[in-house]
């Protein structure tokens, strides 16, 4: 029986996939849906003490990955205590509340939140800047008045993530969230010059599929530099993305932008692709595999050779990715089979990762 549940600062998820802030769970309903849609806990979008005013457009899908410009949540928090955290804490879930930004915001805002449901609350440090300060006295200013864990959520925007990871949790936070949004990062419509978002200068943070290995390099840094559990989030749109989060240390994930694009669904549909995962290679808990990957990862190169690949026929479509892709003409699709000339083979890997049916391994 594989057991996909998890216990993160007390509270009990029963997978470890949960949405993370965005318009995804712009509102209630939205958490709602999120749970319905088989998430294991809920993150609500951020609030602040006043409501935001967002620029128009906000969002642009660039190839798999989406631009935006959203900031926190225009709904003004009395709304959000009143109806939209009651919702959510309907559906039984654990529910972490996202709050930002200040410390002075957030000692205003994180006990009102609290009081309304929250089981947890995740302080947004996106606008914070480089200086480690600012996110030190926010956590210290939710410590101070609330009794719930306080995740801390950090931006990739900064020379050393570590040394944020370390400042928070120096400072009392109870847990981590890594990674925010990229940037800032621009497009420009060609058809009129103009930039696609509406924000000042058309600036806007990357999210998705772009963002995913920085993510996980983020998150295995952070598990490495602290002793609090930390959630992933960047870039994640199948289980085999949780499981490589979870390989470097995450405790769970969180999903923004695959969710965007593919409906509130697909938080059940990864959680079930994580449970096939995890049944074909024999693990029965998350625990089992959890942090798995750290011991791999060496601060001098570990590999300069390697063997040269090899294909399973049986799983090769002779579709030619592999041969379209190697840089050294040493993969052909030969008759129905890819052949590999283990002589050219400069064991780059490149094949290894665009097989779509994982046949060539090294
Ligand atoms: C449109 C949009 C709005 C977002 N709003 C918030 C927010 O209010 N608070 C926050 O902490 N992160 C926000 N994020 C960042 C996401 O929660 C997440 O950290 C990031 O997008 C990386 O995950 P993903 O690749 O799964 O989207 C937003 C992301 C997007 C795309």
Not at 72 to 94: F, H, M, N, R, V
Not at 323 to 346: N, Q, S, T, W
């Amino acid at each position: 029986m594989t057991d996909m549940s998890v216990e993160i600062c007390g509270m009990k998820f029963k997978n470890p996939i949960m949405p993370a802030a965005g318009p995804n769970v712009w509102n209630g309903d939205l958490l709602v849906a999120a749970a319905e849609g088989g998430a294991g806990g809920l993150v609500s979008k951020t609030v602040s003490v006043q409501p935001a005013k967002v620029p128009r457009p906000c969002i642009v899908k660039v190839k798999d990955s989406l631009m935006n410009a959203e900031l926190w949540s225009d709904l003004p928090i009395e709304q959000w205590l009143k109806d939209e955290y009651s919702k959510a804490k309907k559906t039984g879930l654990p529910l972490i509340a996202s709050v930002g930004y200040k410390a002075e915001e957030i000692r205003e805002a994180a006990p009102k939140v609290v009081r309304a449901g929250a089981d947890a609350l995740e302080l947004s440090t996106h606008y914070l800047g480089n200086d480690p300060g600012p996110v030190i006295e926010a956590v210290k200013a939710a410590k101070e008045v609330v009794k719930v864990p306080v995740f801390v959520k950090l931006s990739p925007n900064v020379l050393d993530i570590t040394q944020f990871a370390r400042a928070a949790e120096g400072a009392g936070a109870d847990g981590l969230v890594a990674i925010n949004t990229l940037g800032p990062c621009l497009a420009i419509d060609i058809e009129n010059a103009m930039p696609m978002l509406g924000s000042t200068n058309g600036y806007g943070w990357l999210s998705g599929q772009a963002i995913k290995p920085l993510a996980v390099r983020c998150v295995a840094d952070i598990v490495r530099a602290v002793d609090i559990p930390v959630i992933g989030v960047g870039g994640i749109s199948s289980g085999r993305d949780v499981a490589e989060f979870l390989m470097v240390g995450a405790a769970a994930v969180q999903i923004c932008t695959a969710a965007i694009v593919r409906g509130a669904e697909i938080y059940g549909v990864i959680a079930d692709q994580l449970s096939k995962f995890m049944k074909a290679k024999g693990y029965n808990s998350i625990a089992d595999f959890k942090g798995v990957a750290l011991s791999h990862l060496p601060k001098e190169p570990l590999r300069t050779t390697a063997e040269p690949v090899n294909v399973i026929d049986s799983k090769c479509t002779a579709c030619g990715l592999c041969e379209r892709h190697c840089p050294y003409d040493a993969i052909h699709v030969v008759g129905r089979v890819a052949k590999v000339d283990p002589v050219k083979c400069y064991t780059c890997g490149l094949c290894v990762s665009v097989c779509p049916t994982r046949a060539i391994r090294y």
